[in-house]
């Protein structure tokens, strides 16, 4: 609509709306036209910041046929999951569904398509580094911590299946617990878990975190920690980001040295599990120990 407003017949214009001569706009229609300017300005920030992709995505707006459209698309997506399953939804409409908290009013079709493209799956795309995601367009600090968060569940799912079992009568789930935590790390990590005589977890740590193809471990600690929680059993846990998983003549020196060193005090190394992208190797499995 244009913004200047028609007058009556008799208060200062023609009949056509044109102001006659002499006349001009009213003191009211000046001061609300200077407020909407004013108004204009103080929606923009004033601290020179920009806005994220999905900030911008989750400001709110006004209702248009696009929002209708995502909405209809987002309840369609959720229907399919109801009623097929997990199994009837592609890893990018499971990516999209992930994307929604994160990305409440935007289409997150394309946003989850590129992710896709650029890391080749889900699970890569969940895992990957910050600030490679912050790369991807449509991708900002919303979506970075909706994905650290579907990484803790997924951890935190996969550890109560072992936590209170004897872990070698479940080692499907200690696998499993494994590859969830650990095999799309981008730098190699060092795990142990801790067992009581009866074989169920005491404890769960990372003791290091390297380089994208070593991290040092130190025998010594590794004994101290078994002893300070009481443990009569461990399992040697790390990643290669490579995702190969076949132990190298480092790793097989390592694990000798800390058996050895765990073997007088009545510790036992139960395996060495490594894990990748590409699967999982087990020094047991392997014959090493």
Known sequence: ????????????????????????????????????????????????????????????????????????????????????????????????????????????????????????????????????????????????????LVRATAARLAREDIRHRPVLAAWTQVLAYCRTTMAHADVEQFRILFLDKLNRLIADEMQQKGTVDHTPVYVREVVKRALEVSATAIILVHNHPSGDPTPSRSDVDMTKQIIAAAKPLGIVVHDHIIVGRDGHASFKNLGLI
Do not use: W
Request: net charge positive.
């Open 1 to 148: 609509m244009s913004g200047v407003r028609h007058g009556r017949k008799g208060s200062g214009t023609d009949q056509s709306g044109g102001f006659l001569d002499g006349a001009a706009p009213n003191a009211f229609d000046a001061g609300r036209s200077r407020r909407g300017n004013d108004n204009v300005k103080s929606s923009a920030r004033t601290d020179g910041s920009s806005v994220s992709p999905d900030d911008a995505a989750s400001q709110p707006a006004k209702p248009s046929r696009a929002r209708h459209a995502n909405a209809g698309h987002r309840e369609r997506l959720r229907e399919r999951l109801r009623s097929g399953g997990p199994e009837a939804i592609p890893d990018y409409e499971l990516l999209e569904m992930v994307l929604f908290g994160a990305i409440p009013r935007a289409d997150t079709k394309p946003v989850a398509k590129e992710l896709i493209r650029t890391f080749g799956s889900f699970a890569a795309a969940v895992h990957a580094p910050a600030p490679r995601l912050l790369e991807v367009k449509g991708v900002g600090e919303r979506v970075v911590a909706e994905f650290r």
